[in-house]
């Protein structure tokens, strides 16, 4: 069984989420793969993974700050974590590598050591098509 997500939003609130869903999807037995392209991709950006906006009410930084401190009260992990668990348990992320094109984002930019493919759509495509989930997030 498969799980493929979109991940197309930068805002910490979307990644946190789709990390999340994605490392339940393979916690239980899912294969999942996560296409980072356009403003998702910038995360993935040696240094930006706990950069990027809550959401798009960042309430002037506020809200970010509340988001983490309730993240941390409650015992959750933070992005960077989440994410590493994700790679670690066999999740895949694929990279835009059209995004990378027209944002002018190179290679060397990205954290290579957690994305497993840099792709054309068409990947994402066969993934989703072979998939019994997907998610545009």
Known sequence: ????TLARQRENTT?????IIGTGALSMGMEVSMYFTF?????LKKDKL???PLSKKNYMGLGKWMMKRK??????????ELLQDFVQLGGKILACDMTMDIMGVEKEDLRDELISDYCAVGTFIKEAKESEITLFI
């Open 15 to 19: 990644c946190v989420g789709t990390v």
């Open 39 to 43: 403003w998702g991709l910038e995360r």
């Open 71 to 80: 993240i941390k009260d409650a015992n959750v992990a933070p992005l960077e």
């Open 50 to 52: 706990e950069k990027g």
């Open 1 to 4: 069984m498969a799980f493929t």
